[in-house]
């Protein structure tokens, strides 16, 4: 036991004089990930800042000119053209020039006052339909305030006698409805991701390339410290990174901590162990650091786009909902969402935590048994 703790250690240090040695592999670890952090939490985002609006007023009446400047003057919608048909606003939404039309009927401004209920159009190029239904979220939100000054009700419903349901909105964890809040935190697991599990397949196959894992293997040193020493730097090293990201996140954006830190931390600790794991098998399949990368990516493109990270998993086919149940990007990122954002505690998390750390058991297991069987 002494000598494998021996051997672990002049290993260990080993590996990170490795590491501190090679400027690119620093550069890899601690400059990318943070900036792409910064890059990431502005350009990963669902928000609509600007819609171009065309204006088609068939009323001509202070009412109907007030709900287009209430529009224009919140800053979401910019106007680039009106005219009395909506002939023109339909050409120009088929040429790109446009993303909204906004149709005020004639009597639009008798039907508030006498009705005190009116009904517009509004038309969206629905390409995008995420954009769409942001942007139409926006204007309904605008047109209510509007006619609630005016004792008024608008509806955006094509068709008249529909009735109308109020509702009051509590927007709760997120009362802000900022989307960095809530897409930083999953950009921040992504990160950590690719740290712990590219740089593991990537070091472990540099070391096949250069012949240094067959000397490696024929020493007395046991494989399994050989895989531990590994595999302990990227790991503390990915703790640090997150602990950067958190700091970034917090300081940077703004991002609420509700919850423990502490209770982050060691589902990150867990989620590495299936991360590295997962890096571990990778270089067993592949030869050579392209072959590494090549499959890593593929592996991490899955992950990602069936994490939740930029489309909700609800939304998926039923057999992609089941699927992306052993994704271990999935889990962490609901711990990270809900530790930080709504305060969770260990137990509201408890069933993720076990998930990651049954998966972790697994894919390492798997990794290690593959590698000694690669290395016999």
């Not at 997120?174 to 921040?188: F, I």
Request: aromatic share 8%; glycine share 8%; no cysteine.
């Amino acid at each position: 036991m002494r000598r494998a703790l021996r051997s672990l250690r002049f290993l260990l240090r080993k590996e990170f004089l490795q590491i501190r040695r090679d400027p690119v592999i620093l550069r890899m670890l601690f400059i990318m990930p943070l900036l792409q952090l910064v890059v990431l939490a502005n350009a990963a985002t669902f928000e609509v800042k600007e819609a171009r609006l065309w204006v088609v007023d068939q009323d001509r009446t202070s009412v109907s000119r007030g709900a287009v400047e209430r529009l224009t003057g919140s800053g979401r919608f910019v106007p680039v053209g009106s005219s009395v048909t909506a002939g023109q606003g339909d050409d120009a939404l088929l040429d790109g020039d446009a993303d909204a039309i906004i149709v005020l009927p004639a009597g639009f401004e008798r039907d508030v006052v006498r009705d005190r209920h009116a009904t517009l159009q509004f038309v969206l190029n629905a390409e995008n339909g995420s954009h769409a239904g942001v942007t139409q979220a926006y204007a309904a939100e605008i047109l209510a305030r509007y006619a609630a000054e005016l004792g008024a009700r608008v509806t955006t419903a094509p068709r008249r006698g529909q009735p109308v349901v109020e509702v009051r909105r509590q927007s709760w964890y997120n009362p802000a409805l900022q989307y960095r809040h809530y897409m930083v935190p999953g950009v921040l697991v992504q990160l950590v991701t690719i740290v712990g599990t590219l740089m593991t397949a990537l070091n472990i196959v540099r070391e096949k390339e250069a012949g240094t894992l067959d000397q490696l293997n024929v020493t007395p040193v046991p494989r399994a410290v050989f895989i531990l020493a590994k595999l302990l730097p990227l790991w503390s090293i990915a703790l640090v990174e997150l602990a950067a990201g958190l700091a970034i996140a917090r300081f940077g954006f703004g991002v609420p901590m509700e919850g423990s830190l502490l209770l982050v931390f060691g589902a990150a600790a867990l989620y590495l162990v299936a991360a590295l794991g997962i890096g571990l098998w990778v270089s067993t399949v592949a030869e050579t650091q392209q072959q590494a990368l090549f499959v890593t990516f593929a592996l991490l493109m899955v992950y990602i786009l069936m994490s939740g990270l930029f489309t909700p998993v609800n939304g998926m086919p039923e057999w992609a909902q089941w699927v992306a149940q052993v994704n271990p990007l999935l889990h962490f990122i609901r711990v990270m969402r809900a530790v930080l954002l709504k305060g969770a505690g260990f137990t509201d998390v408890l069933p993720q935590l076990v998930v990651l750390a049954g998966m972790g058991v697994v894919m390492l297991t798997i990794a290690v048994r593959q590698y000694r069987k690669r290395a016999a």
